[in-house]
């Protein structure tokens, strides 16, 4: 195949970063938005500062020749309630719904150490401790995700630095544990990469159950002060650890990400998520960047 299946979108993370408000606290919606279209994206994923009335997003959006194609959803399923995240978890269903997405992603932020600023990512983790502790987690995840199939939607969890889905075994243990009807990958290449692991590898091995796709870079020297220097999630991003595909500073192999995609059955988005401080890398620049670089190994 080609990639006539592929949509290209973008995150608000690199505008505004939900995170840490401080940084892009300067950019305002309508500057993000104008920029992603700007850019040459079709699409987009929702951020802290897109208004939630339904008819003044879609008025926007529509003006921009965007649509919403996602949004990072916190599960607590380790710490809370099964029944405040299917509240939290329909909730949001209802939004993506009406705004025409098919996919509801995030990851695991019950007991993770991501959104911390003083807990070294690579030390302080969110764990699976026994069986019982697992077998709770994709419980509820399995149920949550029957739920979205029956509206027509797929979950696409998100593996992060400093949860407990971090490693490709963890991954494994996911989505085996799972049903492959109910729960599928959001993939994000930096991620695998920066715990680690392979990020072509992972591809190869996840895409028949991947829904929803990330791509970031990663700078190398950034990630080695990572570990020399014992930072924490939030800190390696404003020191840079992400950047967007196509920076000469970056690592990651993405010809042969693209390969893969090709030769799969992969049908939906592709989104750059490559958060960084807007104040050093600026959004549109890099937007741009990215998007010629997707233009140059797809031809879309």
């Known amino acids: 195949m080609n990639f006539e299946n592929i949509k290209l979108g973008v995150a608000p993370i690199n505008w505004t970063n939900d995170d840490m408000p ?23 994923e929702v951020g802290n500062k897109f208004p939630r009335e339904i008819n003044v997003l879609k008025k926007a959006l529509e003006m921009r020749g965007l649509q919403i194609c ?28 009406v705004m025409g997405a098919k996919v509801i992603g995030g990851g695991e ?26 077998d ?22 998100h593996h992060h630095m400093g949860t407990c889905i971090q490693t490709i075994a963890e991954t494994d243990r996911l989505l ?5 009807e109910n729960v599928f990958l959001n993939y994000d290449c930096g991620h695998f990469h920066f715990a680690g692991e392979d990020p072509v590898v992972a591809l190869q091995k996840y895409i028949g159950r991947t829904a929803h796709i990330h791509l970031k870079d990663v700078r190398p020297n950034i990630l080695q002060r990572v570990h020399d220097e014992r930072l924490s999630f939030l800190t390696a991003v404003k020191n840079g650890v992400f950047t967007v595909p196509g920076d000469a ?32 890398a600026n959004p549109l620049e890099y937007a741009i960047i990215a998007r010629n670089f997707f233009r140059g190994l797809t031809g879309i």
């Open 22 to 44: 401080e940084l892009g606290g300067e950019n305002t919606f309508e500057q993000c938005v104008s920029e992603m279209a700007l850019a040459g994206f079709t699409g987009c």
């Open 70 to 97: 996602n949004q990072w959803n916190s599960y607590e399923l380790t710490t809370k309630s099964f029944a405040e995240n299917r509240k939290n978890f329909t909730e949001l269903l209802d939004f993506l719904e």
């Open 109 to 134: 932020t019950g007991n993770s150490c991501q959104g911390s600023m003083d807990i070294p990512v690579f030390e302080g983790k969110g764990m699976l401790n026994s069986k019982d502790e697992w």
């Open 136 to 157: 709770s987690f994709t419980f509820g995840l399995n149920e949550l995700g029957k739920i979205a199939r029956d509206r027509g939607m797929k979950l696409a969890f």
């Open 176 to 180: 085996n544990e799972t049903d492959s």
């Open 249 to 280: 500073e970056g690592c990651i192999d993405f010809p042969s990400l693209f390969a893969i995609i090709k030769e799969s059955d992969y049908h939906g988005w592709i989104v750059l998520e490559a958060e960084q401080d807007p104040a050093k």
